[in-house]
């Protein structure tokens, strides 16, 4: 933020509900509630903005590209789920069996939220982060709401369709492996595709080339 904010830029990042500083009750969360949050963002727009989703964030900015498309300037999925629709997160990352996000997921005994094995929190996430980067992440991770990664999302060729959309692959990410990544891409292509070299955490592990890259995406489509 600070360094897209130096260079003029507005920025807004907001807590999604049961995230970061929101209390928001996590067995009061659909990813309705999700979208309201980022639409919520969108219509406080100075100007027509880029929409970045990052991770299960691409579940949140596709429907909202649906329910806003005429006041979104571009979609960018930061190695994000890039659900057709139809389709719902769970359903996609179940497409790479074994992998470690699999392996690390771990269901609350209500069945309503998981949170991720500790022990593996730094390979999923933070593979190429430094110590201090990688500990103040941990201590913001919270458990998630189950019903999210299972709502299929709903759009359509003339509202979501018609936006521009980028997807930013990480080579490196242990989440979204780059088979997964490039799987989406393959299934739904977007007007431009760039390559980093990172894990799944790039806004940590290389802020500077990732804020040089939404630049130049703003730039790009014109806003």
Not at 159 to 176: H, N
Request: some cysteine.
């Amino acid at each position: 933020m600070p360094l897209l904010e130096a260079h003029g830029h507005t920025v807004d990042a907001p807590d999604l509900p049961g995230g970061g500083e929101d209390r928001t009750r996590l067995a009061d969360i659909d990813l309705s509630l999700y979208v309201k949050r980022v639409v919520k963002a969108v219509d406080a727009a100075p100007s027509k903005p880029v929409l970045v989703g990052h991770s299960m964030g691409g579940v949140s900015i596709t429907e909202a590209g649906e329910a806003r498309a005429d006041k979104i300037g571009c979609l960018v999925f930061l190695t994000a789920m890039m659900p057709m629709n139809g389709q719902y997160a769970r359903e996609i990352s179940a497409r790479v069996p074994g992998s470690l996000l699999s392996r690390s997921i771990e269901m609350a005994n209500d069945g309503v939220t998981y949170d991720y094995k500790k022990s593996n929190v730094p390979a999923l996430f933070y593979n190429d982060c430094l110590p201090e980067d990688l500990f103040n992440a941990t201590q913001r991770l919270k458990a998630m709401p189950r019903t999210v990664t299972m709502t299929p999302v709903t759009t359509s060729p003339e509202r979501y369709g018609s936006l521009k959309r980028v997807y930013i692959e990480c080579t490196l990410d242990q989440a979204i492996p780059l088979s997964l990544q490039r799987d989406m891409q393959k299934a739904l292509p977007p007007d431009r595709v760039i390559t980093m070299e990172t894990g799944h955490s790039p806004f940590l592990s290389a802020p500077g080339e990732l804020a040089k890259h939404l630049e130049d995406i703003a730039r790009w489509a014109g806003v």
